[in-house]
């Protein structure tokens, strides 16, 4: 199997059956038995087998299957292909990461007459990398992939404030890390998280909507629109702040949305942030977490002076090593007095941003039995400084720094 042949023969068939393709290559070339693809729904709790290549008793009908204590959960977890061998002369079971740059799509999953070797493990591998590509390129072409990341159906405010989402929920890079994850109310109250990373900079931003339903989702996308508009334009930080106000003041109906406009520059480090009446962020340094107080500024739309509508742009300290957490004030439920945020943010820091995040999403959810009454979301950002220039693709180890710590979770992941 090369390359160019099955990215052309995937390319020759319809969007929805190039996961197909790419499961018949695999049985023809290494003889597997059955071929699957199974992808991650929006909270990284569960999986959906979308289409397989023959048939297996796999013992897992088709439907959404639970993460907790699986393969699948140890293989998202760790980003390393999981062997499955009984020893009884039944097929041997290979799951593999399907990831790019550190958004998890999914797991590719083969069932082989004998335990593969090494060469084997290592094509398995760069095909399930390769199937992250394929899965990119053709989800803007169909709803199949959108459906196999649904827990349950959405609501319409859910419908739009899903689609104010990046399309990959995290990045890796060399020089960071950075991870969202949000679990949506009982009634959908309007946040969004955000990013993009351009040639010297990334720059993140988390929002929150006042009121819930369509109302809020409505508002969000407003606020989202516009610091997206402003900032493809060129615009600093400060502008992108002025321009999310002004249209909340035009078209938000007396609406308002609170915020936080972040800013790195992947040059020399320089942090700068904006924080427009949002809860303040979490800092982790050497063990301890601290949370970090500048200046708060009105929200996006709020009635005030004038004079009082200024956005300042503020420095933000954040060294090489930090983890800085973003969230709403969702994550700041009443009910989870009983949760201590920041030593669950101490307990999760072996994980990557993205399995950090899903975790402390979890924690709130269990903390209210299940029904939030306003959204939670959280950015998880792993800062790890301008002189990390390269990476591995596979791994996303940085090769300029042998001894730095993995980025990949530990066996038993962290208790909520």
């Known amino acids: 199997m090369t390359l160019a ?17 790419v499961a018949r290559l695999l049985r023809e070339h290494l003889g597997a038995v059955s071929v699957s693809f199974l992808i991650t729904d929006f909270t990284g709790s569960s999986v959906v087998r979308l289409g397989a290549a023959g048939s297996i008793d796999t013992d897992e009908p088709a439907r959404r299957i639970k993460l907790r204590g699986t393969l699948y959960d140890d293989v998202i977890r760790t980003q390393r292909p999981g062997v499955e061998d009984k020893g009884d002369g039944t097929p041997v079971r290979i799951v593999a990461p399907v990831t790019n740059r550190g958004d998890a799509i999914g797991l590719l999953e083969l069932f082989l007459p004998a335990a593969p070797d090494a060469v084997a493990m290592r094509e398995i591998s760069g095909t399930a990398h390769v199937l992250a590509y394929l899965v990119i390129a053709n989800r803007s072409y169909t709803d199949v992939y959108q459906w196999g990341r649904r827990t349950t159906p959405l ?31 009982d009634h959908v109250g309007g946040d969004t998280f955000d990013y993009v990373i351009d040639r010297d900079t990334v720059q993140l931003s988390v ?13 969000a996308t407003l606020a989202v629109g516009a610091l997206r508009r402003a900032r493809r334009a060129g615009g600093d930080l400060a502008e992108q702040a002025r321009q999310a106000d002004q249209a909340m003041r035009e078209h938000g109906r007396k609406g308002y949305v609170t915020g936080q406009l972040l800013r790195i ?5 320089k942090t700068e942030f904006v924080n427009a009446g949002h809860p303040w962020p979490l800092r982790m340094r050497d063990g301890k977490v601290q949370e970090i107080t500048p200046l708060v500024d009105t929200p996006f739309g709020f009635l005030a002076s004038p004079a009082s509508r200024a956005y300042r742009v503020q420095s933000l300290d954040l060294r090489p090593g930090d983890r800085l957490v973003m969230l709403t004030d969702g994550m700041l439920e009443r009910n989870a007095g009983s949760l201590d945020l920041s030593d669950l943010i101490v307990r999760t820091r072996p994980l990557h941003p993205r399995e950090a995040a899903r975790t402390l999403i979890a924690a709130i959810v269990d903390a209210n039995d299940g029904h939030l009454q306003d959204d939670a979301t959280v950015m998880c950002l792993d800062w790890q400084g301008t002189n990390h220039s390269e990476r591995d693709a596979a791994t996303g180890a940085d090769l300029m720094d042998a001894s730095r710590p993995s980025r990949t979770a530990p066996k038993t992941a962290p208790k909520s």
């Open 265 to 269: 520059s992947l040059i020399d480090g």
């Open 155 to 185: 609501s319409l405010a859910a419908e739009i404030q899903h689609r104010l989402l990046p399309a990959s929920l995290a990045c890796e890079a060399a020089q960071f890390a950075v991870a969202g994850a949000l679990e949506p109310a």
């Open 207 to 219: 929002t929150d909507a006042m009121g819930h339903d369509v109302e809020a989702a409505l508002l």
């Open 5 to 21: 042949g099955t990215l052309e023969a995937a390319e020759a068939a319809a969007p929805v059956e190039s996961l197909d393709v």
